[in-house]
C-alpha cells in the first residue's frame, strides 16, 4: 500500500499571506489528523477529520482550518500568516477509530514564513 | 487531560551499548502508550504500541519497550544500538477521551550514536 503523502513537501510564503496543504491518506483510512512540529513547542495536535467531519480540535487560533473530502484527502488552511506559523506540518491517516488507535505519518509540509 | 515527559532531550551511546530512553506519562483515564522515531527531513514511523495485555512489547529494529502502570512509565531500550539508530524519539500517548484520534507527545529524545 502507499503510505500517507503530503504537498507541497516544501512552501515559502510571505507574512499575510494564506496557505493550504494537501494530504492523502492511506486507502481505506477515513481519519486524518494533522500536527505542527516546531523546535519550541514540540509536536502539537492541529485537528482531525473523520467522514468528512471535524471531531476533534486543538489550541490553535481560528485562522488554522481544515477540511476532508469524500474520498479522506484532506486539507489544512492557514490565513493571515505569521512568522510564527514556520513549521513542520505532519499528517496522519489511521483506521476509523479502533482500539489501537495507531496512526500513519506522511512526510510532512516544510512551511516557511517570511 | 493527558502528558507525556521526556526526561533526556539528548542521549549519545557508543555503538553496540545498550539504551534506555525514558517516557512517563500522566492520565486519568487508561491510555494507549507509542514510541516513535523520526529521521532527519522525514515523518514520523512507528517503533512499537502497547494497547493491552503483556506490559513487555517489542517493536521494529529490535527495539522493545515495558508499561509500568505504578510507575506510570513507558521506557524504550535496545540492547546494542547501531549507528542507523541516530535519530530523534517521541513517547505518545493516545486515550478514550471524547473519541477520536489525538496524540499528545513527549518532547522528544535526540538519540546520537558514535562510534
Known amino acids: 500500500k502507499a503510505g500517507v503523502t503530503q504537498t507541497p513537501r516544501y512552501l515559502i510564503k510571505t507574512r499575510g499571506q494564506q496557505v493550504t496543504l494537501s494530504c492523502s491518506p492511506i486507502?481505506?483510512?477515513?481519519?486524518v489528523s494533522w500536527y505542527q512540529q516546531t523546535p519550541g513547542q514540540g509536536l502539537q495536535f492541529l485537528f482531525e477529520?473523520?467522514?468528512?467531519?471535524?471531531?476533534n480540535k486543538g489550541n490553535f487560533p481560528g485562522r488554522f482550518s481544515g477540511r476532508q473530502f469524500s474520498n479522506s484527502r484532506s486539507e489544512m488552511n492557514v490565513s493571515t500568516l505569521e512568522l510564527g506559523d514556520s513549521a513542520l506540518y505532519l499528517c496522519?491517516?489511521?483506521?476509523?477509530?479502533?482500539?489501537?488507535?495507531?496512526?500513519?505519518f506522511g512526510p510532512g509540509t516544510r512551511l516557511t514564513v517570511t | 487531560a493527558q502528558s507525556v515527559t521526556q526526561l533526556d532531550s539528548q542521549v549519545p551511546v557508543f555503538e553496540e551499548a545498550p539504551v534506555e530512553l525514558r517516557c512517563n506519562y500522566s492520565?486519568?483515564?487508561?491510555?494507549?502508550l507509542f514510541w516513535y522515531v523520526q529521521y532527519p527531513n522525514q515523518g514520523l514511523q512507528l517503533l512499537l504500541k502497547?494497547?493491552?495485555?503483556?506490559?513487555l512489547v517489542k517493536g521494529i529494529n529490535g527495539f522493545e519497550a515495558e508499561f509500568n502502570k505504578s510507575q506510570t512509565s513507558f521506557h524504550l531500550r535496545k540492547p546494542s544500538v547501531h549507528i542507523s539508530d541516530t535519530a530523534e524519539y517521541f513517547c505518545?500517548?493516545?486515550?478514550?477521551?471524547?473519541?477520536?484520534?489525538?496524540?499528545?507527545f513527549g518532547t522528544g529524545t535526540q538519540l546520537k550514536v558514535e562510534l
Open positions: 496522519a491517516s489511521s483506521l476509523p477509530a479502533t482500539a489501537s488507535y495507531e496512526q500513519y
Open positions: 486507502s481505506g483510512h477515513r481519519s
Open positions: 477529520y473523520f467522514s468528512e467531519t471535524q471531531r
Open positions: 492520565s486519568s483515564v487508561s491510555v494507549y
Open positions: 502497547y494497547l493491552s495485555g503483556s506490559t
Open positions: 505518545a500517548v493516545s486515550g478514550l477521551t471524547g473519541g477520536g484520534n489525538k496524540l499528545t
